[in-house]
């Protein structure tokens, strides 16, 4: 949920939060974030290995990383995000703060407060920042939305029990409900 848009903030206001409180800024304006329940950890949690064991075992260069991590998607100080997700392939976008530019590809993990910003203010500022691809995974609805933003479309929306085939990797398909029975 955004904070009133009155004022512009900086990532100056993110980094004064108190230990343990969160946000993200998007174009100035600040969007508190509820602590997670535990799907939704747990999706993250699954995803993370999954993703990370194919690159491993691929040779792969990317690396992943898991929420809480600062992605600065502009080269400004108005933009601040925490994917639940971020696949980084570029190392030089990497730094001690974070990734400084675009993911290569992002999941988020929908949930009722996070829904209207998931599917709309960050779906439009991942595809305008250059991120390949982005997935909302949305446990209420067992459901997963693909976009291809290289190709800028929607893939498909699929449901848990689909074989989900990953737009940036030639040979990696994800099915959530099998990564959810183990």
Request: aromatic share 10%; with cysteine; net charge negative.
């Amino acid at each position: 949920m955004p904070l009133s848009k009155e004022s512009s903030f900086t990532t100056d206001y993110i980094f004064s939060l108190p230990e343990g409180q969160r946000a993200e800024l998007i174009d100035g304006v600040v969007y508190d974030m509820a602590p997670p329940n535990r799907l939704h950890q747990e999706l993250v949690s699954e995803l993370h290995y999954k993703i990370t064991d194919y690159i491993k075992k691929n040779n792969g260069a990317c690396k992943v990383f898991p929420a809480p991590f600062a992605v600065f998607l502009n080269a400004d100080d108005k933009t601040y995000v925490e994917p639940d997700i971020s696949v980084i392939c570029d190392k030089s976008k990497l730094d001690d703060r974070g990734c400084v530019g675009a993911p290569d590809w992002i999941i988020e993990i929908a949930s009722p407060s996070t829904k209207r910003t998931d599917y709309g203010v960050k779906l439009f500022k991942y595809r305008s920042a250059g991120v390949r691809e982005y997935w909302i995974v949305n446990p209420l609805t067992r459901t997963v939305n693909v976009y291809d933003l290289e190709k800028e479309e929607l893939n498909d929306q699929y449901s848990f029990d689909d074989d989900i085939a990953v737009c940036i990797y030639d040979n990696l398909t994800i099915n959530i409900t099998e990564l959810l029975k183990q």
